[in-house]
């Protein structure tokens, strides 16, 4: 079956860096397009970024550009989110999906 599993959140200080994995399985992951969504607490769904089959062509919510990366490693099976500058409004709960899957999600704190 369909399984995305994120990992690497965890409590950062402002300013600082966090990469997010999220680790595919149960499909072929390079045919899909892939997604990171985030959940603030007590907020609602917000789009995060978005990338291409290849890998080639990504997009970015403008409240991230700049300071987020995303990535895939079609081989490993796993997308990434490079995450710098981090921001407390950063802080949330981050989710991989291909829009009709996701996963459970990875919780990231920024906070000094």
């Known amino acids: 079956q369909v399984q995305l599993v994120e990992s690497g959140g965890g409590l950062v200080q402002p300013g600082g860096s966090l990469r997010l994995s999220c680790a595919a399985s149960?499909?072929?992951?390079?045919?899909?397009?892939m997604n990171w969504v985030r959940q603030a607490p007590g907020k609602g769904l917000e789009w995060v970024s978005t990338?291409?089959?290849?890998?080639?062509?990504?997009y970015y919510a403008d409240s991230v550009k700049g300071r987020f990366t995303i990535s895939r490693d079609n081989a490993k099976n796993t997308l990434y989110l490079q995450m710098n500058s981090l921001k407390p409004e950063d802080t949330a709960v981050y989710y991989c999906?291909?829009?009709?899957?996701w996963g459970k999600g990875t919780l990231v704190t920024v906070s000094s």
């Open positions: 999906t291909r829009w009709d899957r």
């Open positions: 149960g499909f072929t992951f390079s045919s899909y397009w």
């Open positions: 990338i291409n089959s290849g890998g080639g062509t990504t």
